[in-house]
């Protein structure tokens, strides 16, 4: 009593007034801690904790939060009145929107009303158990805080209760209102339906109503019995708008009633115009249900300053494709919330946002970072930021030490690393080891099983054990398109063409636009098949159900090279190129098309050199333009540079070199350069007769100098085998045959008598009728030097 004595001298010493409180505040700057603020607060404390009267109490906090709305202690206190008194906190004042959404300091609250040393009664624990509550739900910053504000808030009103039920003070319903929302917090979930059953029997509290209907269809899932609540709560209480709200929210998002939830919520909005929570509802609406995204973006806007609506409208200005409106909306909800979750949420769609539609990945990793500083050990973040950096900033190590993190027990995590190990590591036993790991913890893994048995077949070579763990793939997924492919690979392999159809046309009876499969049916019916009326069909049907370059390519070959149709083929070579314009392969083909069957020299030649143009180093384009220049434009230079060009890109292609020779040898008559390409064009394909005839030619020129039989002795070495007898002979036109065979050394057609007897037989039978004629031409072209060089060389001695 002394205290209350002391309260009272010292408020009417004050004169204060709740009707004289807003002229004074007028005189106070809101940019200071003004003692008069101070003392209104004092005054209402004093009508709360000591006179028991939260009425007038509340008028003091409010008169406080009206003119100076962001001073945290009345916006507790006015919550914790307006919650007591079952008054519906409004959202055009702002309360409930600004405790969500801005961050506080409560600590600096609860030293504040701490040092006031009032009388520790109902009120007092009260007061303090909101404040913790508000604490908790609205500024928790982890799950270990939030649990410890929860906690403080549950021990501080449970002293209220036992205050009140000691000296019969009549606030127990309010005490047990809050004590079930803090069971709920603490998610024991049937402490508050009792609590709340226990209130709603003792009076019709409005608030006790609209909380155990809101308990009922969020975690019990008991929407009639909800909805009964919320009917009954609105026939004592028809001003508390907030039934429409959960009314409307219940028959939009559960019984999927829409033309009641509208009705909810248009009467909710006759209450209340400004109300946050129905403009936020109706934007979801808008945007789930009727697919309007320009009306829900106008109701989410009405609802800005609410975070849910800022997170909508982040995630509908993603979908729409305004990814700046997208980041301006998510960095909103980090600049205006410290909760944990809200914060999480935020960070978590912004690196979303720059991975996946600003392509800045280094962003991406900074908001993925941020993300664990809420919560480290995190899964899906941990996962994610590992896929960041496997697939986008190509860090493979640090991706390795995020899936480690989480590796335990998790399918997903051992997966990726599997992968890792394989693709860039090539620790092929390892990457074995991850994904049995997986299979372990997730048996039904389809993708282990398709990566496991890509590693057989690529690495290990095993194709039995590659189709056992592609069978497992499709047993749990028989929609897993790819294993069905890379059957039909290996069976197309292993020559079991009709096995590698049927995999192929599951492939495409799954995903019919499979380009890859589409292909390789074509190729597999008309290459190995020999099927070419069905691969023509199956090409028709192809490309009218994918716009591919390929598979135009494909079938102008096939057309061309099987149905000698070359009118079409030009036509699916065209279609290829409009699809795919540096498409160098159709490029060439046209050109070889273009010169062989329609006479376009000079359509050719501008394939052939926009095939270079693409490709410098497409070697058959090259080759191609010098045979092009030098047999239909007389330019020899010009063919010259480009059978040059094409032998610098790659060396050792024979079929060059004996066409550089050739040209070298009929135009420049430069026979010591010929030769060299002719001896190398031998080394590269020793069975290449043609380069045999155009070096003996040479070796007869009188000018030519004995030193140079070096490069005809190192040819001759070739010929070692009945293969290499018979390709350089046997095979060749009676012209030729003669030719060749009366060149050749007395001494070494004795030699393949005794090694070869029916090959010389089938020879000299052949030429003996030209034999004379022949020889009138070779006479006196038989050196004693080319006889030495040839019987040391190729028989081993030094006389036959």
């Known amino acids: 009593m002394e205290v209350a004595s002391k309260l009272t001298d010292a408020m009417e010493s004050l004169s204060l007034t709740v009707e004289n409180i807003p002229e004074l505040l007028q005189s106070v700057d809101p940019t200071e801690e003004p003692r008069d603020i101070e003392e209104v607060l004092y005054i209402g404390l004093y009508h709360q904790i000591v006179l028991n009267d939260v009425k007038s109490a509340l008028q003091y906090y409010q008169s406080v939060y009206n003119n100076h709305p962001y001073d945290i202690r009345s916006y507790i206190l006015v919550y914790g009145c307006k919650d007591f008194l079952d008054i519906q906190l409004e959202t055009r004042e702002g ?14 609250y609860l030293e504040y009303f701490e040092s006031l040393n009032f009388p520790q009664n109902a009120q007092y624990w009260y007061i303090l158990a909101v404040a913790y509550k508000i604490y908790g739900c609205h500024n928790r910053v982890s799950k270990i805080a939030y649990s410890e504000m929860v906690r403080k808030a549950l021990i501080y009103i449970n002293m209220a209760i036992k205050f009140d039920c000691h000296h019969q003070t009549g606030c127990a319903i309010p005490f047990q209102y809050t004590r079930g929302t803090l069971y709920e917090m603490k998610r024991a979930f049937n402490e508050s339906k009792l609590e709340f ?95 309007n995204y320009d009306a829900a973006k106008e109701h989410y806007l009405k609802s800005i300053e609410c975070i849910e609506s800022q997170y909508a409208l982040g995630l509908l200005c993603q979908k729409i494709g305004e990814y700046e409106n997208a980041k301006k909306y998510f960095s909103m909800m980090l600049e205006n919330s410290t909760s944990t979750s809200i914060l999480k949420k935020a960070n978590y769609n912004m690196a979303l946002l ?103 077949q690529d690495i290990y070579q095993n194709p039995g054990n590659a189709l056992l763990y592609y069978e497992k793939a499709i047993k749990v997924d028989d929609q897993y398109h790819e294993a069905h492919y890379a059957m039909g690979l290996i069976y197309q392999d292993l020559d079991q063409y009709e096995d590698a159809r049927e995999a192929y046309r599951r492939v495409l009876a799954i995903k019919n636009t499979h ?191 004995i030193v140079k039989w070096d490069s005809w002795r190192s040819a001759m070495k070739h010929i070692s085998t009945r293969e290499d007898f018979n390709s350089n002979y046997v095979a060749l036109d009676v012209d030729e045959l003669h030719y060749t065979w009366l060149r050749t050394p007395k001494c070494f057609q004795l030699r393949a008598r005794y090694l070869y007897h029916n090959e010389v037989d089938q020879i000299q039978a052949t030429i003996a009728n030209r034999l004379p004629a022949v020889h009138a031409c070779l006479k006196n072209y038989l050196l004693a030097d080319l006889k030495n060089i040839v019987v040391e060389t190729l028989v081993g001695k030094t006389d036959c």
Request: with cysteine.
């Open 354 to 456: 720059y991975e996946e539609n600003f392509k800045d990945f280094e962003k991406a990793r900074i908001h993925y970072e941020n993300c664990l500083e809420f919560v480290s050990n995190d899964k899906n973040i941990r996962y994610a930021l590992g896929l960041l950096y496997q697939n986008c900033l190509h860090d493979p190590e640090k991706a390795l030490y995020h899936y480690k993190k989480i590796a335990k027990n998790n399918a997903k995590a051992n997966y990726a690393m599997g992968v890792l190990y394989q693709n860039y590591f090539k620790d092929y036993d390892r990457a074995r080891i991850h994904y049995l790991r997986a299979i372990e913890y997730k048996p039904n893994y389809a993708d282990v099983y398709y990566a496991m048995g890509y590693l057989e």
């Open 515 to 705: 380009v890859s499969a589409q292909l390789a049916l074509g190729l597999l019916l008309s290459d190995s098949l020999q099927q070419h009326d069905e691969a023509r069909e199956h090409y028709d049907k192809g490309i009218t159900l994918v716009a591919h370059a390929d598979l135009h390519y494909a079938y102008g070959l096939l057309l061309q090279n099987h149905f000698k149709d070359f009118e079409e083929a030009r036509e699916q070579f065209q279609i290829c190129l409009n699809l795919e314009s540096d498409h160098i392969d159709s490029l060439y083909a046209l050109g070889l098309l273009l010169k062989t069957q329609f006479y376009d020299y000079e359509g050719a030649r501008t394939c052939y050199e926009q095939t270079i143009a693409i490709n410098f180093n497409y070697v058959r384009a090259h080759q191609a333009l010098g045979i092009l220049l030098k047999n239909h434009f007389g330019d020899f230079e010009g063919a010259k540079k480009c059978y040059e060009t094409a032998l610098s890109i790659d060396p050792n292609r024979s079929n060059v070199h004996y066409a550089l020779g050739i040209l070298l040898y009929v135009h420049y008559r430069d026979y010591n350069t010929a030769l060299h390409h002719f001896v190398f064009a031998m080394e590269i394909e020793p069975s290449d007769y043609s380069c045999f005839r155009y070096i003996e030619r040479i070796m007869i020129q009188p000018e030519f100098q």
């Open 95 to 108: 309360l409930y929107r600004k405790l969500r959404s801005r961050p506080y300091d409560f600590k600096k």
């Open 197 to 291: 059953e226990s209130i709603i029997k003792q009076s019709n509290t409005a608030k006790a109503y609209y909380a155990l209907g809101m308990l009922l269809a969020k975690e019990f899932k008991h929407y009639n019995r909800a909805l009964q609540l919320f009917h009954t709560g609105l026939k004592y209480h028809p001003d508390f708008y907030v039934f429409h709200l959960a009314i409307g929210n219940l028959y939009h998002t559960n019984l999927k009633d829409i033309t009641l939830a509208l009705k909810h919520y248009n009467i909710c909005i006759e209450h209340d115009p400004e109300c946050m929570e129905v403009q936020y509802s109706l934007g979801v609406l808008n945007e789930d249900h009727f697919k």
